[in-house]
Each structure stands twice: as structure tokens, then as C-alpha cells.
């Protein structure tokens, strides 16, 4: 076992483009989180997936962002139309259901110019 | 509402003195309680949980913290830095049962020859 894995690593991006991002989770962990961590501040959650269904969306995910996970296994963050207020480095994590505790992956760094 | 204050943004110490990184929690129900340390352009690597168990949690690279209901602290400890230890540290506390962690703004920890 790998650990969570999360490509790209980093993306360069033009303001108003659309980006994507993939996390595979560790294999036999059933949640799945996204967070977003702005310089100078601790993660913030954005969302969360028990196998493929989405059941929290944080009010910081607003309508240019969507994430899936369509078989329960790895998940896709979607970020349309960005804006340099995006910029962040966007972490996903895995868990075991009632596990308190995760395993991050390395994260992927968005700058938008 | 569950959240995590910790004190001081920078902490600078010598190598071969003691760590101390402080965490305040504000919790609505017994709470679950994290460090989580980053190195630059990394993900987040656990080193240690308080899950209602022993107060005095031991956790990895010598690190431990203490759980103290009455002043609502989580304060992280290492007797000795290394200069490996230089990197940012997150308290974290459990946002309740849909697993997601709310973090603190971290302490960026430097260590001096």
C-alpha cells in the first residue's frame, strides 16, 4: 500500500480555466476528504465521501467546485472558471468509517496567474 | 461549536532544548484531539491522538502531549529538537461524527544549531 495519492502535485492555471485534480485513496478506507490550505492557515474542510456518496459539502465549496468519486474509490476535484482566490493547496485524506484519525496525501499545489 | 486556538504563529528553540507548541480547544462534547506536523510542500503526517484514553499521549520522534480537561489544553512537548523537527505543527480537534478535522492555524517550529 502506497498511502493517498494525489497528481498532479502542482498546476499552474490561467485565471478562468478549468483544473481537475485526483486522489486515490488507500485502498480499504471507505471516507474520503477534500481540504484547501491557504498560506499562513491550517487545512479547512471542503467535503467528504462515504464510498461514492458525497454527504457534506463545506460553504467554502461554492458553485465553480464539484468533486466526485464514482466508484468509491478514487475521487476527482473539479474547479471551474478559477480565480486567483483559489490558489491553495488542495489535500485530500482517507479514513476507515468511526476512525478517528486520516491519512493525508502530499497535496496539489494550484497557483492561478 | 468545536475549535482550536494555538498560541504563537513562530516558536524558535535550540537544538538540543526543549519543545513546547501550545493548543487550546473549545469543545461542545468530549473531544478527539490530533498533531499533525507538515515539512514544506508535504501532506500532513500524524504524531499523535487523544481519544479519551490516556491523558498523556505518547507519539512519534519522541513527541507527546497532554490532555487537560480543566484548562482545555492539548500542549505538545519534546524534551530535546532536533533540527529534523523544523517544520509547521497543526492541533486539530474532531468536528463530530462526520469525521472532519478542524485545525488550527498552525505553529511553524524553527530549530537552532
Known amino acids: 500500500d502506497t498511502g493517498v495519492s494525489q497528481d498532479p502535485r502542482h498546476k499552474i492555471t490561467k485565471r478562468g480555466q478549468n483544473v481537475t485534480f485526483r486522489c486515490d485513496p488507500i485502498?480499504?478506507?471507505?471516507?474520503l476528504y477534500w481540504y484547501r490550505q491557504t498560506l499562513g492557515q491550517g487545512p479547512e474542510f471542503l467535503t467528504y465521501?462515504?464510498?461514492?456518496?458525497?454527504?457534506?459539502k463545506s460553504r467554502l465549496l461554492s458553485d465553480r467546485f464539484s468533486a466526485e468519486r464514482p466508484k468509491g474509490s478514487f475521487s476527482t476535484l473539479e474547479i471551474q472558471r478559477t480565480e486567483q482566490g483559489d490558489s491553495a493547496m488542495y489535500l485530500c485524506a482517507s479514513s476507515l468509517e468511526g476512525f478517528r484519525g486520516y491519512t493525508f496525501g502530499s497535496g496539489t499545489r494550484l497557483t492561478v496567474v | 461549536a468545536q475549535s482550536v486556538t494555538q498560541l504563537g504563529s513562530h516558536v524558535s528553540v535550540s537544538e538540543g532544548a526543549l519543545v513546547l507548541l501550545r493548543c487550546n480547544y473549545s469543545s461542545s462534547v468530549p473531544p478527539y484531539l490530533f498533531w499533525y506536523v507538515q515539512y514544506p510542500n508535504q501532506g500532513l503526517q500524524l504524531l499523535l491522538k487523544y481519544t479519551s484514553a490516556a491523558t498523556l499521549v505518547k507519539g512519534i520522534n519522541d513527541f507527546e502531549a497532554e490532555f487537560k480537561k480543566s484548562e482545555t489544553s492539548f500542549h505538545l512537548t519534546k524534551p530535546s529538537a532536533h533540527m529534523s523537527d523544523a517544520a509547521e505543527y497543526f492541533c486539530a480537534v474532531d468536528g463530530g461524527s462526520q469525521g472532519n478535522l478542524i485545525f488550527g492555524k498552525g505553529t511553524k517550529l524553527s530549530v537552532k544549531p
Open positions: 465521501f462515504q464510498n461514492e456518496a458525497q454527504l457534506e
Open positions: 485502498s480499504e478506507h471507505n471516507r
